[in-house]
């Protein structure tokens, strides 16, 4: 992790060695410098994360304060905004329909990868916006456009929430925000009921 670079215009990538090559990341890198921003990315092998799969990703492409902020008041302009497709888009060429696996020796499992792009407004507010399933390139490129408008739309939490995972309904062309602390409360609950039940 020490490699991260810091900076309110630095793109980061979170990403699994083997399916990103370091052509790939050079490539990345160029893209971004070329809009004046800088690169940093991360390999996650060998990593132990905490389980909440319904509601994390696991490959991701966390968009710079500078971008979110020219998002904010209306200043990023085109060409920024295509080079920053040109290089998600790619990224999910490169994850969609892999797999890694998880658990241990006794209790293996493989999970398709989930992609997608992080935004974050400031310390409180965070979204995951979810990249992975039946998804064509065409889709992909629309609900990148319209998380433009999302992000505009949104105002800042008082208090710190767990990032919104938001997924793209492709029938109704917009964003659907989830609130993950409202879900877990809900998987509490019901873990609650059960363990209940299972003493009656």
């Known amino acids: 992790m020490k490699s991260i670079k810091s900076g ?18 050079l490539e990345y890198e160029k893209s971004i410098k070329d809009i004046g921003s800088e690169f940093s990315s991360y390999d996650k092998n060998g990593d132990f994360y905490a389980s909440l799969d319904s509601f ?8 710079s304060q500078m971008t979110i902020q020219g998002i904010i008041s209306n200043t990023i302009n085109s060409a920024t905004w295509d080079s920053i497709k040109y290089v998600v888009l ?46 064509s390139e ?10 433009l408008e ?28 989830l609130d993950v602390d409202e879900e877990m409360r809900k998987i509490a609950l019901k873990q609650i009921e059960k363990q209940k039940k299972d003493k009656e």
């Open 90 to 135: 790619n990224i999910w060429n490169k994850v969609k329909n892999k797999e890694i696996g998880k658990g241990n020796s006794s209790d293996f499992t493989k999970k398709t990868i989930s992609f997608g792009i992080k935004v974050s407004l400031d310390k409180n507010t965070n979204f995951n916006f979810n990249l992975s399933g039946d998804l």
């Open 56 to 63: 994390t990703l696991d490959v991701c492409f966390i968009l």
């Open 8 to 25: 309110e215009n630095v793109f980061h990538l979170f990403y699994f060695g083997g399916m990103i090559t370091q052509s790939d990341l």
């Open 138 to 147: 065409k889709i992909v490129l629309e609900s990148l456009d319209k998380t």
């Open 150 to 177: 999302l992000i505009k739309s949104q105002k800042t939490n008082s208090k710190f929430k767990h990032p919104s995972f938001v997924t793209y309904d492709k029938k109704k062309g917009k964003w659907k925000s």
